[in-house]
């Protein structure tokens, strides 16, 4: 494995660049689906959101929506109590309302009619979010926890990755229940391998490139 520093400027000019080379010829208006997988401590939505202007500046209308809207009702989130590492790995993530709602019309052929939000879980209802419309050659960036290894459909993948130690230290005293859902994830699914590109970000400030020897 070689571990290569990167400038978070240079990274995120790095995978607005890629992401834009992503269609092929034969397919130059496909909607691009593209996840930023890690855990809060490793801020995959300011990754996200630092690559909504350099995508649009190429030339691709772009969406933004988080994980975090789109989880389950409480009754399913809590069954098993408000901290238990397994249902937050297991049950949190409402994945069929994230492919029907935003995946799949963003399949090639499809009208593009997505919704940027699900699930309000501060008031446990419907967010009742009006439909927007991807256009061809928009790019959907998705972020949150969990979403490798769960058949979900994406162009491109990210993950970013911490040591344990970097987690801990990183994730807030009262969040620490969450850290067996994490390593479950690394030692489970193992992310890294399955990722298009993996950043080890122990320092999100001072962020490096995971690639194979």
């Not at 496909?30 to 990754?47: M, S």
């Not at 069929?96 to 939000?117: N, W």
């Amino acid at each position: 494995m070689r571990v290569t520093p990167i400038s978070p400027e240079r990274l995120v000019a790095l995978l607005a660049e890629r992401i834009h080379r992503l269609p092929g010829p034969d397919d130059p208006d496909r909607r691009l689906r593209v996840a930023i997988d890690g855990a809060a401590a490793a801020r995959p939505g300011e990754l996200a959101d630092a690559l909504v202007e350099p995508l649009r500046l190429l030339g691709r209308p772009v969406q933004r929506v988080s994980a975090g809207d789109f989880l389950r009702p409480a009754s399913v989130r809590f069954e098993y109590g408000k901290q238990d590492p397994d249902a937050f790995h297991d049950l949190w993530l409402d994945e069929g309302a994230l492919l029907r709602e935003v995946l799949d019309p963003l399949e090639p052929g499809a009208d593009g009619r997505m919704l940027p939000t699900f699930w309000d879980p501060a008031t446990d209802r419907s967010t009742r979010a009006r439909y927007l419309e991807l256009p061809p050659r928009g790019v959907l960036l998705l972020d949150g926890p969990f979403l490798l290894g769960r058949w979900l459909p994406f162009e491109l993948t990210v993950h970013l990755t911490q040591s344990a130690a970097a987690l801990a230290r990183r994730t807030p005293a009262d969040q620490h229940w969450t850290l067996p859902a994490h390593e479950r994830y690394r030692t489970e699914t193992d992310p890294a391998e399955l990722a298009d590109l993996t950043v080890r970000v122990d320092d999100p400030r001072h962020p490096a490139l995971v690639e194979p020897d």
